[in-house]
Structures are given as structure tokens and as C-alpha cells.
């Protein structure tokens, strides 16, 4: 239970991300804002490590574990920003509901997570309700498969994050959540700094507008930070495919999202499509539900057996 409150509670903090994202990423270099990004979010998580759990030495087993995480995370934020350029918020919180589908296959090559029927069924009606979103409502377009090129970068993106999620069960050796984040965190940072140096050193960071600054701050704490925690922290209870069945919540955070932040709302059609991915959500928790009750009666299910 504690690891669905925990994705529930990431996913509303994710969905804040695409529009404040979609206001400022044209005002910075993505690879740019994305190096501070990960550099704030290690202070901040550093900071928590030192309170609490403390570095233990083993945790610096094997660092090429972080790299490896660190290097998915920054493909995944670059690639987001990169593609809110063009994209819409919600049209790009439905391309992110695409990843459980693509965690779902991850998940069972790397951790022999199998698929149920029912996950499969729900797995395919939010991959509709994503693909209706995505194309606006418009039938003509859904035909011709035209997707944006925003849409087509931030699916490259997704494709990391999906991989990201199996790969923090397959690489952790029993550090804790805290500690494991903070390290693939500094590996990220790294990671960016390098990828992004010319980026960064172009960047006129004293000239930069005020809503890259509050996009920062919220990717920072809320969206990166506590998301970090969130995910490492249920990814380590949950079957990584449910884990990312969450996401399927954010198209409709988004919506909430922009019409707080005063932005108008999506066409109405849209909302058939948003419909869809939350059932979709519904049928897996209830797929979970019952796994749980026959396990309580002593009955195994799936992933445990």
C-alpha cells in the first residue's frame, strides 16, 4: 500500500512538470537547465542522507550501478524539455503514459516480471487513451500516424525512463532509497555537466526569465527530489510494470495543472482519451487488489510464485 500511496503521490508531482516545463523551454538550453537541475536535487538529497540514514561505505559498491541510472534519468529530462518545445503539456503527459506498456516489456527481459491478462488489457486501453490524446481527438491524423516531432523526442525520453524503473530493482544491492538515489543523482549530474558543458557555459544564466527560475526550483524539489525518492522507494515494492501504471493519472494532474496555472484547458475530445487511461489505472489496481486477497488467503499470485 505504502508503495502505490508513494507512485500516486509522483505522479501528481510529475504531471506539475509539463507545464511549467512547456513556459520555459525555450528560454534555456535543455541539457543546460537539466545539469543545474540534477545539481540542486543532490544538494537537497544530500542534505536528507546526512540527517538521516547517513553514506554508508558500501553504498560506493560498484559505481558504474549509478552511471548507469544517472545516464537514463538525463537522456529522459533532456529529451522531455527538448520536446515541450513544440509539444503541448497534455498532449506530452500522454506520451509519458506510454511508458508502462514499454516498462512492461523491460521488466519482464530484465526481471522475468510477467504479464497478466488483465495487466495486458489495461496496458492496452491507456496506450489508447494515450494515442487519442496525442492526436488531439482527430481520427485523420490517428490514421496517418502523424505525430509531432515534440511528441516523437519525448517518446525517445519515456523509452529511457521506462528502462530506468527495472534496471533500480536489477542494480540495487540493498542500499536504501535515500542513499541510492543520492548516488545515481550525482552520477546524473555528472553525466550532464559533461554531455551539456558547451551548452552551459553559453548559457546567460543573469538574463534567464523568472519562470525558469520557479521551473527549477519546482523540477527541483518536487519534481526530481521527492520524485527520485518516491520511485526508488516503490520500484523496490511494487512489480515495475504497476509502478508505472500511475502515470496513467498525470494527463489528468496536467489538466488540473494549467487551469490553476490560468492556461486554457484541452478540447473536450480530449478528455474521452484522459477517461481511458484512468480506467486503465482502475483495472490494474483492481487486478492488484485481488492478487493481494488471494495471496492473503494463501494462494500466491503471479509475481510471487
Known sequence: MRGHLAMALFSMLVAGSFPLGAMMANAVSPVAFTALRFLLSGVIIGVAVLLTTGLPRQAARAPWRYAVLGGLFAAYFVLMFEGLKTAAPVSAAAVFT????????????LLRQPTTPRIALALAIGAAGALW???????????????????????AGCVAHALYTPMVRKLNQGEHPLVFTFGMTVAGTAVTTLWGWGAIRATDWTALPGIVWVTLLYTSVFASAATFVLLQYATLRVPAAKVMAYTYLVP???????????????????????????VALAMLLRDDDRRGTAVRAGNPGPDEA
Do not use: K, N
Not at 98 to 109: E, H, Q, R, Y
Not at 133 to 149: K, N, S
Not at 256 to 262: E, F, K, P, R, S
Open 98 to 109: 506510454l511508458t508502462p506498456i514499454v516498462t512492461a516489456g523491460f521488466g519482464f527481459l
Open 133 to 155: 490524446v496525442i492526436f488531439r481527438g482527430d481520427w485523420q491524423a490517428m490514421l496517418r500516424f502523424h505525430v509531432g516531432r515534440g511528441e516523437a523526442i519525448y517518446f
Open 252 to 278: 489528468a494532474w496536467v489538466i488540473l495543472w494549467q487551469v490553476a496555472l490560468g492556461q486554457p484547458s484541452p478540447p473536450a475530445l480530449v478528455f474521452a482519451g484522459v477517461a481511458l487511461t484512468v
